[in-house]
């Protein structure tokens, strides 16, 4: 990974913005808009670590997604074993595993299990691609993806460009009915990621 970002740090200082893309959460759109490529996957605080003259010279930001709703299109994204622009680690795991039959079985049997901070990181908390070990923000700015529009104007500025969003990289998943008891599970796997994006339960019903 340190290599992977010495690679890239000249990109984030020729475009002069260093976008943190939180997996399942449009980055590829956005990346897409800002460098008319994918840039990958890297955590705010390597980054920093790094690269620390272009980190703290840049306009850094994100865009995070409710974490209910973030789940649940990783979830879909795995079962359909990833694709070209963002691969999963190993996607017959997830098509042939027992417990990825529904989404509750997902979240149940397997999720409960695992360590969120070492398993793909379509699941992990979108936290650790923001905050130091110390739960302090590293990015100047983050945006709720859900009220993303409402910032375009704002982040052109900051980019020194016009921001469009495509949509790109969408995974293929039907509506379905989340209980109440679920939904608090996944609270309870996500809770810093509710508190420290400012999310609530509430928001995705």
């Given amino acids: 990974i340190p290599l992977d970002i010495l690679r890239r740090c000249h990109r984030w200082k020729k475009e002069g913005v260093l976008f943190i893309h939180v997996p399942k959460a449009a980055g590829v759109s956005v990346n897409q808009a800002i460098y008319g490529r994918p840039l990958g996957h890297f955590y705010a605080k390597d980054i920093k670590r790094i690269c620390p003259k272009i980190f703290i010279n840049t306009f850094s930001f994100s865009v995070v997604r409710n974490p209910v709703n973030r789940l649940y299109s990783a979830y879909s994204f795995s079962i359909q074993g990833g694709t070209d622009v963002m691969s999963m680690s190993n996607p017959d795991f997830y098509i042939n595993n027992p417990h990825f039959t529904s989404f509750e079985k997902f979240v149940t049997n397997w999720l409960k299990k695992q360590d969120l901070s070492k398993i793909d990181g379509v699941f992990r908390p979108q936290y650790l691609y923001l905050f130091d070990d110390s739960k302090n923000l590293l990015v100047d700015k983050f945006y709720k993806l859900e009220r993303i529009e409402q910032y375009f104007d704002e982040i052109s500025e900051k980019i020194g460009k016009p921001f469009i969003l495509d949509h790109h990289n969408?995974?293929?998943?039907?509506?379905?009915?989340?209980?109440?008891?679920?939904?608090?599970?996944?609270?309870?796997?996500?809770?810093?990621?509710?508190?420290?994006?400012?999310?609530?339960?509430?928001?995705?019903?």
Avoid: P, V
Wanted: a negative charge; glycine letters at 2%.
């Fill in 170 to 205: 969408k995974s293929n998943r039907k509506n379905i009915e989340i209980s109440d008891e679920l939904r608090a599970t996944i609270y309870e796997l996500y809770k810093q990621d509710f508190e420290l994006l400012g999310y609530s339960l509430s928001e995705d019903k």
